[in-house]
């Protein structure tokens, strides 16, 4: 049976699993509707998440946030999450032995929020979750799958922060996730009228 949230972070600020926790400021667990369809996950902490102990909270969580007002999502419908818990020095990549120890508090994450999409925001999230070794350039644009859940990959936004011609993929992959849900809440009504 999946854990609540609160009590899965209560035991992930203690782990010291790898390297990463003892040069941390703050846990960067998660944060938003515990209950949401659709969870966004990332790669790891940069500066202002691990000050705050937030994830997307700088450059790169406003350009998020700018894609899901373009899309009709309220931020806090979502649930966000990351790879790593902890912030890499320099906001190097993930080291695989990381990703390793991290990733057993992902997947109860993903088992306590029980969302039926999931948004992988670059390579280090799309190829864990997929299970693939397939890069974000050739698997984003389209709905994919793991197990029951549908995932829809996307450039991370940092990266089209520092090359800008992702933006259009970014929103178009914006744009998908949004026919996704609305396509969803179509049929849920469907079912809702069939019932009665």
């Not at 102990?53 to 806090?76: K, S, T, W, Y």
């Not at 979502?78 to 020095?89: E, G, H, M, Q, V």
């Not at 029951?148 to 922060?161: K, Y």
Request: charged share 25%; hydrophobic share 40%.
């Amino acid at each position: 049976m999946a854990r609540p949230l609160a009590d899965i972070e209560r035991e992930c600020a203690g782990c010291a699993k790898c390297p990463l926790a003892a040069t941390r400021t703050n846990l960067v667990f998660g944060v938003g509707n515990p209950h949401a369809n659709v969870m966004f996950i990332g790669e790891g902490p940069g500066k202002n998440e691990d000050l705050k102990g937030e994830p997307f909270v700088g450059a790169a969580g406003q350009l998020l946030n700018q894609m899901l007002d373009r899309a009709g999502i309220p931020r806090e419908s979502i649930y966000i999450a990351n790879i790593l818990k902890c912030r890499p020095p320099g906001n190097r990549d993930p080291r695989p032995e990381e990703i390793e120890a991290c990733t057993p508090w992902l997947r109860q994450q993903v088992a306590s929020v029980h969302p039926t999409v999931i948004v992988t925001l670059g390579n280090f999230a799309t190829k864990f979750i997929l299970q693939t070794s397939e890069g974000i350039t050739r698997l984003r644009g389209r709905v994919q799958s793991a197990g029951p859940l549908r995932v829809i990959p996307m450039f991370h936004p940092a990266a089209a922060i520092y090359d800008r011609s992702k933006v259009t993929a970014l929103e178009e992959d914006f744009d998908l996730l949004r026919a996704l849900l609305e396509r969803d809440s179509q049929l849920d009504a469907q079912v809702g009228e069939g019932s009665r």
